[in-house]
């Protein structure tokens, strides 16, 4: 089988990769003005980049809602489609190696997946996101740069402005530490400084999202939450999720390409079809 090449087309940014012998080659992310510009340019610079000849290409697999944009081969190469929810709980199994968990998508909004062996079926979802992120950022930080953001977040102190257990008891409640959330944005001031905003924002998005995750998995056997999106690449995953795994008995993964698994899931979409 020849390279099969996965990509995520996105309204403005469009993520692709090329699988081949089950391996991923050199995922790669462009952001454009459009999806049309964006996955037209994310192609040709794959291809550029990584010296593949339009020949050792088999076929071409689109996903995202971007795709819609796109009726017609792709620089003469044969395209298919793949549904987002089975690219996501596709990419997401393969490069978590979990065969059993909800899969996480954090993209503008927030989907959940249930991923249960060969049964991929999208579950539900919430409008809280990188969308969200950079809305709120825009109206209370004016700048919508998730990274600025970010950046912005890491001096920021989040006691300064969400509302923990031990603000309002003076003891822990059952099954609630001192130091859990009791109110997002529960102590923010008027005059709350910039940096304590970012990190109250992140906090709050993903907090939101790891709680809805959790919640989808209840009545069930699922223990392992496997997150994928852009908003897995903020640092400060690695503070708020540790903390709902201890308070909920769940584990939240994050795989290397968490970011791409989308892409990843389309091109095993058409691999696994001809393998049948």
Not at 41 to 68: C, H, P, W
Not at 138 to 154: G, K, N
Not at 182 to 196: I, M, Q, R
Not at 248 to 261: E, G, L, N, S, W
Request: proline share 4%; hydrophobic share 45%; aromatic share 6%.
């Amino acid at each position: 089988m020849g390279i099969v090449i996965g990509i995520d087309v996105g309204i403005s940014t469009t993520k692709i990769v090329g699988v081949k012998d089950m391996n991923v080659l050199s995922p790669m992310r462009i952001t454009a003005n459009d999806p049309v510009t964006s996955l037209y340019g994310a192609f040709g610079k794959y291809i550029y980049e990584n010296q593949i000849e339009l020949k050792d290409i088999e076929r071409v697999m689109l996903t995202g809602v971007g795709s819609a944009y796109i009726d017609q081969p792709l620089y003469g190469l044969p395209t298919e489609k793949s549904e987002e929810f089975i690219a996501d709980g596709l990419g997401a199994r393969f490069e978590s190696g979990i065969n059993k968990a909800i899969v996480v998508s954090m993209g503008t909004g927030t989907s959940l997946v249930l991923c249960d062996g060969d049964e991929i079926r999208h579950i539900g979802g919430i409008g809280m996101g990188g969308g969200t992120l950079a809305g709120l950022s825009r109206i209370m930080l004016q700048t919508s740069d998730i990274q600025q953001v970010s950046e912005l977040a890491m001096q920021g102190d989040i006691s300064k402005v969400n509302l923990s257990i031990g603000d309002i008891s003076a003891h822990p409640l059952p099954g609630l530490p001192m130091d859990v959330t009791a109110s997002l944005f529960g102590k923010a001031k008027t005059d709350s400084a910039k940096e304590d905003i970012a990190v109250g924002l992140i906090h709050m998005v993903l907090q939101t999202i790891g709680s809805a995750a959790v919640l989808s998995a209840l009545n069930s056997d699922i223990h392992e939450l496997v997150l994928i999106g852009n908003l897995t690449m903020l640092p400060q995953c690695r503070d708020v999720f540790p903390i709902m795994e201890t308070l909920y008995d769940v584990r939240f993964i994050i795989p290397k390409y968490a970011h791409f698994c989308t892409a990843i899931g389309a091109a095993l979409d058409y691999i696994y079809s001809v393998d049948k």
